[in-house]
C-alpha cells in the first residue's frame, strides 16, 4: 500500500522551497549557535525569498547578538549573497 506524501502543513520545508538562510557567526567569522533561554526560533531558519531573511534579522537581530551572535552572513542555496553584516552598532 503506498501512501501520499506529507502535505505540506505537515512536513518541514524542503532547502529547494526556501533557499535563503543566515549564517549566524560570532566576530572572527565562525559559525555559532545561540545560546539563552530565547533561542528556539533562531536556529536552522530557512526561507522563501531574500526579503522574508531580511525582514526576520531585521526583527530579530537584537535577540540574536543578546543570544550571543556577532554577524551575520546570508545565503542562497550555498552561494553567499552578501555579509558579514555586523548585528552591533
Keep these: ?21 543566515w549564517r549566524l557567526e560570532d566576530a572572527a567569522g565562525a559559525e555559532v549557535t545561540p545560546t539563552g533561554d530565547h533561542v528556539d526560533g533562531l536556529v536552522e531558519q530557512r ?10 534579522v531585521g526583527e530579530l537581530f537584537g535577540e ?18 552578501y555579509g558579514p553584516m555586523s548585528l552591533h552598532p
Design 47 to 56: 526561507f522563501a525569498s531574500q526579503a522574508d531573511a531580511e525582514s526576520w
Design 1 to 21: 500500500m503506498n501512501l501520499p506524501d506529507q502535505p505540506p502543513t505537515f512536513r518541514r520545508p524542503t532547502v529547494a522551497e526556501r533557499p535563503w538562510a
Design 64 to 81: 540574536l547578538a543578546a543570544a550571543g551572535v556577532d554577524q551575520v552572513t546570508l545565503f542562497e542555496h550555498d552561494r553567499r549573497v
